[in-house]
């Protein structure tokens, strides 16, 4: 009786746990939703060795059951006959998968060689690890970014990687698989979206403390937009009225936050000093430190108040910031669209 | 019988006691280690465990706060290193040396001494890799004063210094750069004297293999759990060289300012990765085939059949080992290495499946057409068969190198590689303690109990590493303090997984702790097995065997009770009992003196000396640092030169055989 309540209660928790699992989205990072020609050339690659796969699972794991079930110890069985083997059993284990591994390899390595080197006519981007952080280049439209990696939509895009500390790896899975970033060495990645809009990111490779924060995220504009984007990359931040809040924020990221920030036209941090991210057009990014928090004042003022609190391991120290001069950089950040 | 008189030749004392500590700190019988192997790992195996269920509780929400990050680092990284290094290996190395020479018909293996001074390196070792937790400090970085920022891993932290950079030690983040405190160097250093430990294993095995075997042992009449060690121990010789190295070289970074991984001075981080690999994928052979060698022996037991293409099995065995050390870069598909090294290594990995497939394929021949008991350690062994399958065909999808671009660095790999150290390589491992603990304990282990410890096992081991699989898929990427909030059911599935596992294991340790004092007699042959070290009784005597056996087939034991009729089927020999009476006889009481290696103190003595000299390289900056190293040295020599005046054997007066 008390067996079969249990019974009851497990089938229950079983019920129960499949409608929450049909409930359930999808994560942002999916692997299994490809957004981008590449993405999709993996898919594809993936699903029939699954399959496969699942053949061979049930296969393997029937025939033990099945073994189990029928060869079992039961009075009056009568003892097995002692073969010890069966060479021609051998070798048709030994060369069937042996063939279905070959149809597996030329498909494999066709995928390999179509996906590592970037197309003739990409757009190029230059990605720069640090802990915990991308920065972005344009080259050819003189651009420099962080956080969030803006590509033009339908068109591919030739990454090419390093790392300014130690490895990162750059994994936005509906466009393509990962690729790592490592120090004095370039690395490529190819990424495209079909469609605009935005494409969840984060960096794959251990990196230390905030690791887990650190986000990839890429945004995809269709070609008009994207043209519109670069060019408002390009102008400088302008400058706050006199007597503004902005103004006095100008003053204190002046006095306190230029050694490792640059602001286009205040200052420019030489690209082999140590740096943080370009905060010239902070307010397009959408984001805080890295990606560690959503820009909101109220994050930013949690962040600005003490970094390492709200990221492990931040390298931008708690300054010691008043609430004034904390309040007056809010000011002056929000105009640095 | 007489007993002999020893005449004693060396400056020192040697040790006497039979019984109690000493007899144990001065052994240098192969069971007696083996056993302390065994114990050693168990309790390592629960402090990794401990390490998973606080990582898994953490993991229970996306945003907690239960452990710190740098936490969070640390017991991932010591998870890694201590089920790998000081349990997985360890308990293959505990089921090692107690069968070897009983299942080859050997009184003990070739180096006894150095078999002692193994283990004793192995223990100080463990202890050396977690004495970081008392002893790390945080020292300023080599060469790196340009480097602002917070880089003090010391913050928030609540279990002292732990190494935090991944079992992997990837560089340059597990530099000394980004990694100043010595912590890290605590997992080098230990990993180094480990390595010391298991090479000379290794030596000491294929020694024995070679030059013990019992009369008419021919190679291919040798156990399959008996050749996977032989392999097992030359993939160790061949791979710890190049692990030994790349220690040598991060040692060197991290202490004395060399550059060999810093890319600012022309070093190379990915050269770490090949090195790393060159050793790290042999070292998953390393832990999977003594399991492999295990479920050979048990399943042939338990379904009264022997071993389906025995042949086939050994070499299938030996082939993946010898393919092991051709795709390690498979574990670097994603860090920007050449087409041509993707192409080739992609091709090298898809070849692994293939030996893999044809021992699963055997395994399945043995059940076929058996008589199949379902006790325990068949239990253990047919969860062994079904959860590699899934792990060896998740390992499948990894060959497919684009796929792998996905996968890597995603929990798909935590599910793939943990179907196949736990779900292999430990399922395994308890299979082989149901089926041996007769052999050291002379008891049973009670079957309720261990029916009940499998069951739970499978289904928690299912519901914690299934679920990983999908979790990876979508994007939960490893090492991860955070995760994106959606995965959240997920992830307390698994949880609750561990949890039942470890209920599972409180099953076992009840099951061992009563058994092992009360359980059932277990008699001299309680499965009625195939192998010779059922021809001896439980516990073994302590010579092993008073007569060497004389091999004329292979599964001997099985061929001296059986012999099989018209159809082929085992039909008890009329002189079987007799045969299990004299053995049980003969080995109880033997007939004439048997002389043993004696009890040595200088294995333990010598092994204490690596610790120190590790710890005066870490502090090598200050006097007491130096001092250490001087006084480990000396300590090792003196010991040496001990061991170098001590004879195996004290020379003894011969009686006269009447």
Redesign the interface.
């Known amino acids: 009786m008390a067996f079969r309540r249990l019974l009851l209660l497990g089938a229950l928790a079983v019920v129960l746990?499949g409608c929450?699992?049909i409930g359930?989205?999808?994560?942002?990072?999916?692997?299994?939703d490809p957004e981008g020609p590449f993405?999709q050339?993996?898919d594809s690659?993936?699903w029939p060795?699954?399959w496969v796969?699942t053949a061979?699972?049930v296969l393997?794991?029937g025939?033990?059951l099945v073994?189990?079930l029928l060869?079992?110890?039961r009075p009056g069985?009568?003892?097995?006959?002692?073969?010890?083997?069966?060479n021609k059993?051998?070798i048709l284990?030994?060369v069937i998968?042996?063939v279905i591994?070959a149809g597996?390899?030329v498909p494999?390595?066709r995928?390999?060689?179509d996906?590592?080197?970037c197309g003739a006519g990409a757009y190029p981007v230059e990605i720069i690890g640090h802990?915990w952080w991308f920065e972005y280049r344009y080259p050819e439209d003189n651009v420099e970014t962080a956080t969030v990696l803006v590509i033009p939509a339908g068109r591919e895009v030739c990454a090419t990687m390093t790392s300014a500390?130690?490895?990162h790896?750059y994994?936005v899975?509906q466009l393509?698989?990962?690729?790592?970033l490592?120090?004095?060495?370039e690395?490529?990645l190819r990424l495209q979206a079909d469609e605009p809009g935005d494409y969840?990111g984060?960096?794959?490779?251990?990196?230390?403390?905030?690791?887990?924060?650190m986000r990839a995220d890429v945004r995809a504009l269709s070609e008009d937009d994207f043209a519109a984007w670069i060019e408002s990359q390009q102008r400088p931040a302008a400058e706050p009225a006199e007597g503004t809040p902005a103004a006095a924020g100008l003053e204190v990221f002046v006095n306190r936050c230029t050694q490792c920030h640059t602001i286009d036209p205040v200052n420019i941090v030489p690209a082999d000093a140590?740096n943080g991210p370009n905060l010239t057009h902070f307010m397009n990014r959408g984001w805080i430190a890295g990606g560690a928090l959503v820009y909101t004042p109220e994050n930013l003022e949690r962040w600005l108040a003490n970094p390492?609190e709200v990221k492990?391991?931040?390298?931008?120290?708690d300054l010691g910031l008043t609430q004034e001069e904390i309040d007056a950089l809010i000011a002056y950040v929000e105009t640095l669209q | 019988m007489t007993t002999t008189e020893p005449i004693t030749t060396t400056i020192f004392r040697r040790p006497k006691s039979e019984t109690g500590f000493w007899s144990w700190i001065t052994t240098v019988d192969h069971k007696k280690i083996g056993i302390m192997y065994g114990y050693t790992a168990f309790i390592f195996f629960l402090i990794g465990g401990l390490e998973a269920l606080l990582l898994r509780i953490h993991l229970a929400s996306a945003e907690s706060e239960f452990l710190t990050a740098a936490d969070y680092n640390g017991l991932f990284t010591t998870h890694g290193l201590t089920m790998i290094f000081l349990v997985v290996m360890p308990m293959s190395a505990a089921f090692m040396n107690y069968l070897l020479p009983l299942m080859i018909g050997a009184r003990d293996v070739a180096f006894p001494r150095l078999n002692a001074l193994s283990y004793w390196i192995f223990l100080f070792g463990g202890i050396f890799l977690y004495s970081g937790l008392l002893f790390s400090a945080i020292v300023p970085p080599l060469g790196n004063e340009g480097v602002p920022g917070n880089l003090d891993p010391g913050d928030a932290r609540s279990f002292g210094a732990l190494p935090d950079g991944g079992w992997f030690l990837y560089q340059p983040n597990a530099g000394g750069a980004f990694s100043p405190s010595n912590a890290i160097d605590f997992a080098v250093l230990g990993l180094q004297i480990l390595g010391i430990a298991s090479l000379l294993s290794a030596v000491n095995f294929i020694v024995t293999f070679f030059n013990l075997r019992a009369k008419g042992m021919r190679l291919l009449r040798v156990p399959v759990f008996i050749w996977m060690t032989l392999v097992v121990a030359f993939l160790l010789l061949f791979s710890l060289p190049i692990i030994a190295i790349a220690l040598f070289m991060v040692t060197f970074d991290r202490q004395f300012g060399t550059l060999f991984f810093d890319a600012t001075a022309g070093g190379d981080p990915i050269l770490w990765q090949h090195l790393f690999w060159l050793f790290g994928h042999p070292e998953v052979y390393i832990l999977i085939l003594p399991a492999m060698g295990i479920v050979s022996e048990i399943i042939p037991v338990f379904s009264r059949k022997p071993l389906f293409g025995y042949a086939a099995v050994v070499f299938a065995g030996a082939g993946i080992a010898f393919l092991g050390f051709g795709v390690w870069a498979h574990h670097m598909f994603a860090s920007g290495i050449s087409t041509v090294a993707q192409v080739g290594f992609g091709l090298t990995t898809i070849t692994i499946a293939i030996p893999t497939g044809v021992k699963i394929f055997n395994w399945v021949g043995t059940l076929w057409l058996g008589k199949i008991r379902l006790a325990t350690p068949m239990l253990f062994a047919l969860g062994f068969l079904t959860m590699f399958t899934i792990g060896g065909l998740s390992g499948v999808t990894h060959a497919v190198v684009p796929s792998d671009w996905q996968q890597t660095d995603t929990y798909y790999v935590v599910a793939h590689f943990h179907y196949v150290l736990f779900g292999g390589a430990i399922f395994g491992i308890f299979g082989g303690l149901y089926y041996w603990f007769p052999k050291f304990s002379g008891r049973m282990l009670n079957e309720r109990l261990g029916k009940i410890h499998f069951w739970l096992w499978m289904l928690g081991f299912n519901l914690t590493f299934a679920p990983m699989h999908w979790l990876g898929l979508q994007g939960m990427i490893r090492r991860t303090w955070r995760y994106d909030p959606s995965l959240e059911f997920w992830n307390r599935l698994v949880t609750l997984g561990a949890f039942i596992i470890a209920v599972g294991l409180l099953f076992f340790m009840w099951n061992f702790y009563v058994s092992k004092r009360r359980g059932t007699p277990a008699g001299m042959d309680p499965w009625d097995a195939r192998t010779l070290e059922w021809s001896i009784p439980n516990p073994t005597p302590a010579f092993n065997f008073a007569e060497v056996p004389v091999v004329h087939s292979l599964d001997e034991w099985w061929h001296e009770k059986y012999e099989e009729d018209k159809a082929g089927r085992p039909v008890r020999r009329d002189g079987a009992e007799a045969t299990i009476e004299r053995l049980h006889e003969i080995n109880t009481n033997p007939p004439h003196p048997i002389h043993l290696p004696n009890p040595s103190y200088f294995p333990i003595v010598m092994a204490a000396g690596l610790p120190l000299i590790a710890y005066g390289i870490i502090f090598h900056v200050s006097l007491l640092g130096k001092a250490l190293i001087v006084a480990g040295t000396l300590l090792s020599l003196a010991a040496l030169i001990g061991w170098g005046s001590e004879p195996l054997e004290e020379a003894h007066v011969e009686p006269a055989h009447t």
């Open positions: 746990a929450s699992v359930i989205p999808d994560s942002p990072l999916n692997s299994l993405a050339r993996i690659l993936f060795v699954f796969a061979i699972f393997v794991e025939a033990v073994a189990a060869f079992r110890d069985r009568k003892e097995p006959r002692q073969i010890h083997g069966n059993l051998e284990w030994t998968p042996a591994l597996v390899a494999t390595v995928g390999i060689i996906l590592t080197t802990q500390d130690v490895l790896n994994w899975p393509n698989g990962k690729r790592y490592v120090p004095g060495q690395t490529t969840r984060q960096c794959a490779e251990f990196c230390g403390l905030a690791h887990s924060l140590f390492p492990p391991g931040s390298f931008m120290p």
